[in-house]
Nanobody, 126 residues
Framework: QVQLVESGGGLVQAGGSLRLSCAAS????????MGWFRQPPGKEREFVAT???????YYAGSVKGRFTISRDNAKNTEYLQMNSLKPEDTAVYYC????????????????????WGQGTQVTVSS
């Protein structure tokens, strides 16, 4: 079965950095869009970043310039490098993959993604 497994979350001080990884298994996503979302405490899940099959990227305004999404298709893995972290970045972070439209463009809506990881907690202390 298809699985997305996130890793790399944890507790970090404001201004610090973390790198999240999302390893996919069960099928190959090299031709599909992938993304990262997050759910802050008491809030709804929100878009963070997306990367298309050919490397086009798009970021939420709140993270643009601080976060970088990337992918290694040979490893069937995507990454989220998070720098200059702020307390408001505290959330459970989820990776997601579209399994329907090959060679598609960037996708910002939760509804565009078919597969989700279990989430990894990121806590930024002030």
């Amino acid at each position: 079965q298809v699985q997305l497994v996130e890793s790399g979350g944890g507790l970090v001080q404001a201004g610090g950095s973390l790198r999240l990884s999302c390893a996919a298994s069960g099928r190959t996503f090299s031709r599909y869009t992938m993304g990262w979302f997050r759910q802050p405490p008491g809030k709804e899940r929100e878009f963070v970043a997306t990367i298309s099959w050919n490397g086009s990227t798009y970021y939420a305004g709140s993270v643009k310039g601080r976060f970088t999404i990337s992918r290694d298709n040979a490893k069937n893995t995507e990454y989220l490098q998070m720098n200059s972290l702020k307390p408001e970045d505290t959330a459970v972070y989820y990776c997601a993959a579209d399994g329907t439209l090959a060679y598609g463009s960037i996708k910002l809506s939760l509804d565009n993604y078919d597969y989700w990881g279990q989430g990894t907690q990121v806590t930024v202390s002030s």
